[in-house]
Nanobody, 127 residues
Framework: QVQLVESGGGSVQAGGSLRLSCAASGSIYGRYCMGWFRQSPGKEREGVAA???????NYADSVKGRFTISKDNAKNTLYLQMNSLKPEDTSMYYC?????????????????????WGQGTQVTVSS
């Protein structure tokens, strides 16, 4: 059984940094993507960043140049380094795995193709 567990959320001031981690347990077979999504109350869940099995990455325009997605295959862990945080980045952040056979370009933000989800970690950025 696959489990994804996020950590690293918290409260920071605008301009600060946080690094989110997503530890995966269980086996996910095939070539798949991993991604970070975020959702604020009353809003739809939106894709933030994606990385595919070749290591290609893709980002939402709102975070490009500030966030970096990476993965450590040996540790089965996905990361999201978030720099220059803004109050509008405040949200619950979720990691996800899926998009079998797809590229990061194709998979970014497409919720329905991700079959595994974590429980989320809260990020709060104050001005």
């Amino acid at each position: 059984q696959v489990q994804l567990v996020e950590s690293g959320g918290g409260s920071v001031q605008a301009g600060g940094s946080l690094r989110l981690s997503c530890a995966a347990s269980g086996s996910i077979y095939g070539r798949y993507c991993m991604g970070w999504f975020r959702q604020s109350p009353g809003k739809e869940r939106e894709g933030v960043a994606a990385i595919d099995s070749d290591g290609t990455t893709n980002y939402a325009d709102s975070v490009k140049g500030r966030f970096t997605i990476s993965k450590d295959n040996a540790k089965n862990t996905l990361y999201l380094q978030m720099n220059s945080l803004k109050p509008e980045d405040t949200s619950m952040y979720y990691c996800a795995a899926g998009g079998w056979g797809m590229t990061a370009i194709q998979a970014l933000g497409v919720r329905d193709i991700f079959g595994y989800w974590g429980q989320g970690t809260q990020v709060t950025v104050s001005s």
